[in-house]
């Protein structure tokens, strides 16, 4: 069974903190994501990567960074935390078009 | 770039009816249409997918429709059950494995 792994499930940071989201993935995917869930928004793609040291832009990259230097793991970086960054944050991972999801990360920024 | 809309964002229904969501899309170069369910505090899990080059495709009590000519497709649940109760997410791709996700729908079942 394929598992995607987050390494934290609550995690609360100040503004202005920079913080470190990592999945870890056991599968050999190829593909990895990076997904933001908000009430009411549904589920938005922050930025996802095809291999190692690749990676491209989402439908809302701004504000975060990633690095995939490893095939099983892929980290998102918020490089100055703030408040309306507060949210879920669910990794992916994909061989095809079949997502496997993370259990999320909720991140609270204060 | 895609966008997905999803109706409604929430339904109730009768335990033992049917329940249906629907969704447009506004790329027509897409040719992939998943349905994900996420039960609350969980993950979301593929539940059934469609593509282009089919019109209908069932397993068990769900069926998904697509109608490439109007960009919309569709989830039938039937017999709904308590177990269907979660927030459903449809979602298209032209092929890239990229995935734009509907808003979502929470599906709540009356027992």
């Known amino acids: 069974d394929v598992k995607v792994t987050q390494s934290s499930r609550y995690l609360v940071k100040r503004t202005g903190e920079k913080v470190f989201l990592e999945c870890v993935q056991d599968m050999d995917h190829e593909n990895m994501f990076w997904y933001r869930q908000d009430p009411g928004l549904g589920l938005r793609l922050i930025y996802f990567?095809?291999?190692?040291?690749?990676?491209e832009k989402g439908d809302i990259p701004e504000g975060y960074s990633v690095s995939r230097e490893k095939k099983e793991r892929f980290s998102l970086i918020l490089e100055s935390a703030s408040t309306n960054q507060t949210s879920m944050y669910l990794c992916?991972?994909?061989?095809?078009?079949?997502?496997?999801f993370g259990s999320g990360t909720q991140l609270s920024v204060l | 770039g895609e966008n997905v809309e999803q109706h409604p964002s929430t339904l109730s229904v009768q335990e033992g009816d049917s329940a249906v969501i629907k969704c447009t899309y506004s790329d027509s170069a897409s040719n992939y249409f998943p349905w994900y369910k996420q039960e609350l505090g969980k993950r979301p899990q593929l539940i059934i997918d469609i593509r282009s080059n089919v019109g209908e495709k069932k397993d068990q009590r769900i069926a998904v429709t697509l109608n490439k000519t109007a960009k919309h497709f569709s989830l039938h649940i039937t017999e709904t059950q308590p177990e269907d109760s979660a927030v459903y997410f449809c979602a298209a791709s032209t092929g890239n494995e990229k995935l734009t996700f509907g808003t979502g729908t929470r599906l709540t079942i009356i027992p």
């Open positions: 992916a991972s994909s061989t095809g078009t079949k997502l496997f």
């Open positions: 990567s095809y291999d190692v040291k690749m990676k």
